[in-house]
């Protein structure tokens, strides 16, 4: 079956989730030039900026983590619209705003954004069955992949034909334009997007969580891996740089490590969708770490290429698979805090990495690949162990056919 067979059996509300997501990546360049904007035209002094961006950060995770209990207790799509909405609007007043207020309304529009994460993983996932919803997940992330690949480029040409502080204009207007989509392609009423899901009578999440051990291994899992995936953003530039690789060749590893991800990403989900998901998992998590012990013997171009490639592997194999895992397991009046569980974990290497990473960097560089290798290959083992543990739902369900349900919207 080839792509657009793929993309058929998706449901077509994820496939205008997809686009959706699309549209809004294209404009959210900010967080990449935020740390150039604070220390240029803010004026503000590194550790200044830095602690800004961190506060920022701390706002996105917090927001991820826990966006899914508004969903479920006030519906998905209303947390997606409102999140959008108090998002759009303080990132296009930001740069009116004096310094001061910088520290209150940016983790505000982080905490927003991370909502509207946490809120469009839990409407694929009430939007497809389950056994089916792998390669809806990957669509999402093949048109956030997409976005990556337009967004940053064209943030370039807006500070360098406007002003850094247009960037944030036009990520607020975005944000908003996406809101507004959101509303007119989602189903305003009687469906799974606007129910509110939450139970009184149904058990409490960390039951739900401890009748199910394998996801909360998964999670823990993501947690570790994801503090290491992320140093490929923090300290592999540094290393490669103090290696005699330039900025290109750093730029060169990551444009084809996206360019990969967004060809191979579905079709490898669609071909894997009958294997067990928790295998797939914790090879692909296997991978990454066996990316970073490529590097312990040496930074020559072959190690950083041969690096970059087993961890391109490892992600096209554990990020969908585990983000659908989560979404199988969960209850369905709990579907929006499992994903928002599994939604913080999976970004919590943006505020921890850098500083962890760094850290360790600079008092033992010899210490943090394999450090890097250890802790991922660890929590890969910890994934396929998991696969042992009983619960009240089976690991892999019988894949249904996506496309032929009956659509929500």
């Not at 129910?195 to 199910?212: I, K, S, Y």
Request: glycine share 14%; with cysteine.
């Amino acid at each position: 079956m080839g792509f657009f067979g793929v993309v058929r059996d998706v449901p077509r509300t994820v496939r205008l989730l997809a686009f959706g997501s699309f549209l809004n990546g294209v404009v959210s360049f900010t967080f990449v030039y935020l740390f150039l904007y604070l220390t240029g035209p803010r004026g503000l002094g590194v550790p200044q900026a830095g602690l800004v961006a961190g506060i920022g950060g701390v706002g996105l995770v917090a927001g991820n983590f826990t966006g899914g209990w508004f969903g479920d207790h006030y519906g998905h799509r209303r947390m997606l619209l409102t999140g959008a909405l108090v998002s759009g609007t303080a990132l296009a007043a930001l740069p009116l705003l004096p310094v001061a207020a910088m520290y209150g309304v940016l983790p505000l529009a982080q905490y927003a954004a991370g909502v509207v994460r946490a809120a469009n993983s839990a409407l694929v996932a009430v939007s497809v069955p389950e056994g089916g919803r792998r390669q809806s997940f990957a669509l999402v992330r093949a048109g956030g992949n997409a976005a990556f690949a337009v967004g940053p480029p064209l943030g370039a040409l807006i500070a360098a034909r406007f002003s850094y502080d247009w960037l944030f204009v036009a990520d607020g207007l975005g944000t908003l334009l996406f809101a507004g989509y959101a509303a007119a392609v989602l189903p305003a009423h009687g469906t799974a997007h606007t129910r509110p899901a939450h139970d009184p009578g149904a058990p409490g999440l960390w039951r739900e969580l401890r009748a199910r051990p394998a996801v909360p291994v998964l999670l823990a899992a993501i947690l570790c891996v994801d503090l290491v995936y992320r140093q490929q953003y923090s300290t592999l530039p540094v290393f490669l740089s103090e290696h005699g690789h330039g900025a290109q060749f750093y730029g060169w590893l990551l444009s084809v490590n996206g360019g990969v991800i967004l060809l191979l990403e579905l079709p490898a989900a669609h071909v894997l969708r009958r294997r067990a998901p928790l295998g797939i998992v914790g090879a692909g998590l296997l991978l990454v770490g066996l990316g970073y012990a490529v590097l312990i013997p040496g930074a020559g171009t072959l190690f950083a290429i041969t690096m970059m490639a087993s961890l391109t592997a490892g992600e096209i194999l554990y990020k969908t698979t585990a983000t659908a895992y989560v979404a199988d397991q969960a209850p369905a009046h709990a579907q929006g805090r499992f994903q928002s569980l599994y939604a913080g974990a999976s970004i919590s290497g943006q505020v921890l990495a850098p500083p962890l990473g760094g850290a360790l960097y600079a008092h033992a560089p010899g210490l943090l690949w394999p450090a890097c290798a250890v802790l991922a290959c660890g929590a890969g083992v910890a994934v396929l162990a998991a696969r042992r543990l009983r619960g009240p739902v089976r690991e892999s369900a019988p894949v249904r056919a996506p496309g032929r349900q009956a659509q929500p919207g």
